[in-house]
């Protein structure tokens, strides 16, 4: 998931920026209304987590001009207004779902989550080819019987591999949706972190699913 963070308090923010970003979604940040709008307007997210009290154009004004452009990105709002007349009211403009501050990290997490299975329907979480299994919720790793651990920016790439199966996915692709670069960079980080996910999910075991596609990138074959 893609997503947009709108808080005016620097501490707050980066809280939320390192948190999200170590649970592996990719994340942008502003602290105003008018930025709110523009960044929404113009890069595609996943979900806005937006606080109420925010300078120029407050919370609530954001949601509704969205809604006004038919902008679909799903809200969840956060703020420390913590009355009930409050969380109805925001509900009610819009949002798709309320958190009050201060909250736990991990529950704003499990919102997250119901988000993204309510937005992309999924079943079982699970995405798999032969004996390897990913858990989009769990953020687990198997095959056959053995866990194998991943860093973030790993899990994210074997979990486009896994969405993309049987697919020649050129480094430019992987670039986009792995690390949100959408222009030409000289660097082989995406050679490097192909060979470590190598390493770790086809070397130890006697069925490769990683291939090489000469002159064009890499392809998850199953």
């Not at 308090?9 to 939320?16: C, G, N, V």
């Not at 592996?24 to 113009?42: H, Q």
């Not at 973030?152 to 986009?176: G, S, V």
């Amino acid at each position: 998931m893609k997503i947009l963070v709108v808080e005016d308090e620097k501490q707050i923010s980066d809280y939320i920026y390192k948190g999200l970003v170590e649970a592996g979604y990719s994340v942008d940040v502003v602290d105003n209304g008018e930025e709110a709008i523009s960044y929404a307007t113009n890069t595609g997210y996943d979900l806005i987590l937006l606080d109420i009290m925010i300078p120029k154009i407050n919370g609530l004004e954001v949601v509704k001009y969205l809604k006004s452009k038919n902008n679909n990105t799903h809200i969840m709002l956060i703020s420390a207004k913590n009355q009930l007349e409050d969380k109805i009211l925001g509900l009610d403009v819009g949002a798709d779902d309320y958190l009050v501050k201060p909250f736990e990290f991990s529950e704003l997490l499990a919102k997250i989550r119901a988000i993204y299975r309510r937005t992309h329907e999924v079943k079982d979480n699970i995405l798999a080819v032969k004996d390897l299994k990913l858990d989009i919720l769990k953020r687990s790793v198997v095959r056959g019987d053995e866990l194998i651990e991943l860093t973030t920016r790993e899990f994210q790439l074997l979990e486009y591999f896994l969405e993309n199966k049987n697919i020649a996915l050129t480094r430019m692709m992987i670039m986009e949706k792995v690390w949100d670069i959408k222009f030409i960079v000289d660097t082989n980080v995406v050679d490097v972190y192909v060979n470590h996910l190598r390493r770790k999910i086809d070397k130890p075991f006697p069925d490769k699913i990683i291939h090489t596609v000469r002159g064009v990138g890499y392809i998850l074959k199953g």
